[in-house]
């Protein structure tokens, strides 16, 4: 749910910035996930034998 505060933003950034409504979505959406430890390595996690 919006609350008046986000809404207030929102309008703001849209009348006064002159952003577009992609900017502001971009700067008040939720954060992008954080990378896992385990895969910033670049090797697959999984290390079965299928193949053997």
Known sequence: MIIMEMMGKIRRMYFR???SL???AKRTGPEPP???SRCT???PLSTSNANA
Do not use: A, M, R, W
């Open 22 to 24: 992609h900017q502001i």
């Open 34 to 36: 954080k990378p896992n």
């Open 17 to 19: 910035d002159k952003l």
């Open 41 to 43: 390595s670049g090797k």
